[in-house]
């Protein structure tokens, strides 16, 4: 599992799972619990490139991020660190 530290949002971290360059698992700590349990499903199995297709750019309010944005940054750096 890799842990990936957010900048910018209400959720603090996010914890990873790959298989290959796929997603198996998504647990954020903090932030929105209902929506963010659901991204987690919804990328569940995709590819690394897909999800980063879907959501990276996406922000939030006023921020210049948002956690979808935040699971993208950490899905590439999990996906580095192997």
Known sequence: MYTYKTRG???RE??????GDSVSHIDF????DG???AISK???GMSVDEVAALLEGN???RRS???ADQLVKGLR???AAR
């Not at 996010?14 to 298989?19: A, S, Y």
């Open 77 to 79: 750096e999990a996906q």
């Open 65 to 67: 991020t948002s956690c």
């Open 9 to 11: 949002t209400c959720s």
């Open 14 to 19: 996010i914890n990873i799972e790959l298989e």
């Open 42 to 44: 919804l990328v569940q």
């Open 35 to 37: 929506n963010l349990k």
């Open 29 to 32: 700590v903090g932030g929105c």
């Open 59 to 61: 922000t939030c309010g």
